[in-house]
């Protein structure tokens, strides 16, 4: 395995599993190295990391999140020889969950029960943090509404293995998801997100 140096626009594939974990197929997704430790991570994924005649100009973006430098040791990374997208600007809006902590119970009543310790006290509200310091944009924001909730990222620095198993799911789902960030806002919880909830809770 190569040794990843963080570079701007530096395009990777990313194994979207554990080193230590098995499963009947890898899975891979495209990404891009972005200023200050963010990630452009791409609707593009595929099980034999071959990424030919892609051109990120005209894919669609999932999210753009920041990460560890735990995340990037830890994680099978790639670098790939595909053009950056170099018109992207990445948004200074995050969800911030605050401080506390707060414990949680899972599907109840049921043999997957589970309970954890999340961070925040539930919810969260949205910030600008254009200049180094936060202004609130919302001061704190409806659980209900789930077109802000759904359009921006939370302020948590992603990790390994959390990080993974989210790219893992979005995979399976077709979609942008993010377990924590349902977590968060006391979301339905489906059973897709038990790997995930077993991470987080190790």
């Known amino acids: 395995m190569e040794k990843i140096i963080w570079r701007a626009n530096r395009v990777i594939s990313i194994e979207t599993k554990r080193k230590d974990e098995s499963r009947d197929e890898n899975v891979y997704v495209l990404a891009q190295m972005i200023n200050k430790a963010q990630l452009l991570v791409f609707n593009l994924f595929n099980t034999d990391n071959n990424w030919e005649n892609i051109n990120l100009d005209e894919s669609h973006v999932l999210?753009?999140?920041?990460?560890?430098?735990?995340?990037?040791?830890?994680?099978?990374?790639?670098?790939?020889?595909?053009?950056?997208?170099?018109?992207?600007?990445?948004?200074?809006?995050?969800?911030?969950?605050?401080?506390?902590?707060?414990?949680?119970?899972?599907?109840?009543?049921t043999p997957y029960e589970k309970s954890l310790l999340l961070s925040g006290r539930g919810g969260g509200r949205l910030v600008s943090r254009l200049g180094g310091e936060d202004k609130s944009k919302i001061p704190w924001i409806d659980p209900a509404d789930n077109e802000t909730i759904d359009k921006y990222e939370l302020s948590n620095v992603r990790i390994y293995a959390e990080f993974n198993e989210r790219l893992y799911l979005c995979y399976k789902l077709g979609r942008n998801v993010d377990p924590m960030k349902d977590l968060v806002f006391d979301r339905p919880i489906p059973l897709e997100y038990k790997e995930y909830v077993d991470i987080i809770s190790s």
């Open 63 to 109: 999210f753009c999140t920041s990460v560890t430098r735990q995340f990037i040791k830890n994680s099978n990374i790639w670098t790939q020889k595909v053009q950056p997208l170099t018109s992207y600007m990445a948004s200074d809006i995050v969800i911030d969950i605050g401080m506390g902590r707060r414990r949680i119970t899972l599907w109840e009543g």
